[in-house]
């Protein structure tokens, strides 16, 4: 028995080089794999970053297209110290584009629904040429964007090329937004400048970020309401500040009677999805509210092929089916509520950031980048606690909505039950708004989660 036997120790060795191989082979394997992965995600990026720069940077770069004129006419008209009170005049406002010969001659567009303080966002720019300002504004968003990734892989630890991958995949979003000139990337990237403060406790500074742009666009007000339900006092009251001082200085720019007419003539037209008194059939704003118009209300010019003429019908069901939204959004925040404050703050955010999407009355392509914070957070929520499915079905569902084929949607629009087809952003956000608040309220135990992937 203590004798050493050569054959057993032969065959001792034999086991010994054979398991040295085979975790050889493992590692082979996993290294070629890691280098696939890597090789794939550098060709998606470059196919990405083409797409950004033939499809979003060189247009702008070459001609004025839609919505870019409000923005400069409505802060030439500002510079110029020309009556403010008539911004919300179509006719007026139309008249100047024609004559600042900003954009299209054809379709001028109007300064309606655009909050007061919007006049003053472009106003360092007015005194160079349309196109000019147009490409200052187009290489500002571009910085906005590599400062959004940079951002992101601060906050969630993502390596870089994680984070370029997720902004780029954007699509349409970024193909609307920098050709239209819109402010929706610098929001955006505000938002996560707020939250990266927050991360660094500095509430005051998150705050800040995150209410500075909101009285032009009011989107970061729904981020600062989920802090508000976190009872982040400080962040919610930075943002107060901020709002309030943009809110005064618009005033006293452009005095308080355009700010009177907003109010009473424009705000609760646009929150009810109306720009012009009537109902709005059009697909391109994704929104239940069109959705349901089109379906149920007859307009011999506009909407002749309704699924059914019952104008109550749409009423109830825009009604009814928000309403649905809001609470099932409250339950999973409420169920969040239980966790404790620093890790519920991130999926209270994300729930509410989709939500504001969901149910708005209108919001063009442009406006999907507004969802990097909230996506982001939901997707470290759910792979924190080890929940793969959700995460990967919600940014699934990203990217998606970044290259639906809107040529092949839209000819569905007004044609009876088949407009339903013409709606596929306001479905997939539906979808990711459903596994958000499924997975929140119905959790799975730990132990009967997937363990995470290594990276």
């Known amino acids: 028995m203590g004798i050493f036997n050569p054959r057993s120790g032969y065959g001792q060795l034999r086991k010994i080089a054979d398991i040295h191989a085979l975790y050889g082979g493992l590692a082979v394997d996993e290294s070629r794999q890691a280098f696939l992965m890597r090789l794939c995600k550098g060709l998606l990026l470059a196919g990405l970053v083409g797409y950004l720069l ?12 839609n919505d870019f004129p409000e923005y400069f006419t409505s802060a030439t008209i500002v510079r110029n110290g020309e ?13 100047q584009t024609h004559r600042y010969r900003v954009g299209s001659q054809e379709n001028p567009g109007e300064f309606k629904p655009y909050p007061p303080p919007t006049a003053l966002l472009l106003t360092p720019l007015t005194g160079l040429q349309p196109l000019t300002a147009l490409r200052i ?10 400062c959004a990734m940079w951002l992101l892989s601060r906050i969630f630890a993502w390596r870089a090329i994680d984070s370029a991958l997720f902004v780029l995949s954007s699509g349409w979003a970024l193909r609307s937004g920098l050709r239209f000139g819109h402010p929706y990337i610098l ?16 509430p005051w500074l998150a705050g800040l970020s995150l209410g500075v742009l909101a009285p032009i666009k009011y989107y970061p007000v729904i981020l600062l309401a989920g802090f508000a339900a976190r009872r982040q ?3 919610l009251l930075g943002g107060g500040i901020a709002i309030t001082a943009v809110v ?4 006293g720019v452009l005095g308080w009677q355009v700010h009177l007419v907003f109010l009473l003539d424009v705000l609760f037209n646009h929150l009810a999805g109306h720009i012009d ?25 506009r909407n002749p092929q309704p699924l059914v003429a019952a104008p109550l019908a749409a009423t109830v069901a825009i009604v009814s089916t928000k309403s649905l939204l809001v609470l099932a959004a409250a339950a999973a925040v409420v169920r969040l509520a239980r966790e404790p404050a620093a890790s519920a703050i991130g999926p209270t955010i994300g729930i509410l950031g989709v939500l504001a999407l969901l149910i708005a009355p209108g919001s063009g392509t442009y406006a ?21 499915v959700p995460a990967y079905l919600i940014l699934g569902t990203y990217v998606l909505i970044g290259f639906i084929p809107y040529g092949h949607t839209y000819p569905f629009e007004g044609r009876g039950g088949l407009t339903v087809l013409a709606y596929p952003r306001l479905f997939l956000l539906l979808a990711m708004f459903v596994v958000c608040v499924y997975a929140v309220l119905r959790p799975r135990p730990l132990n009967q989660q997937a363990a995470p992937m290594e990276a």
């Open 83 to 95: 009556d403010a009170v008539k911004l919300y005049d179509g006719a007026w406002f139309r008249e």
């Open 277 to 301: 008194p009537g109902p709005a059939f059009t697909a391109v704003f994704q929104s239940f509210d069109t959705l349901f118009s089109r379906l149920f209300i007859f307009d011999p010019a």
């Open 248 to 251: 005064l200085v618009s005033i």
């Open 137 to 146: 504004v187009t290489v500002l968003s571009v910085l906005w964007l590599i």
């Open 368 to 388: 999907v980048v507004l969802l990097w914070l909230p996506i982001a957070l939901l997707i470290d929520y759910f792979l924190s606690r080890r929940a793969r």
């Open 233 to 235: 006092w400080r962040v």
């Open 54 to 65: 033939l499809e979003c940077v060189v247009p702008a770069f070459g001609t004025i297209s």
């Open 187 to 202: 929001i955006s990237t505000l938002c996560l400048l707020g939250y990266y403060f927050y991360r660094k406790r500095m």
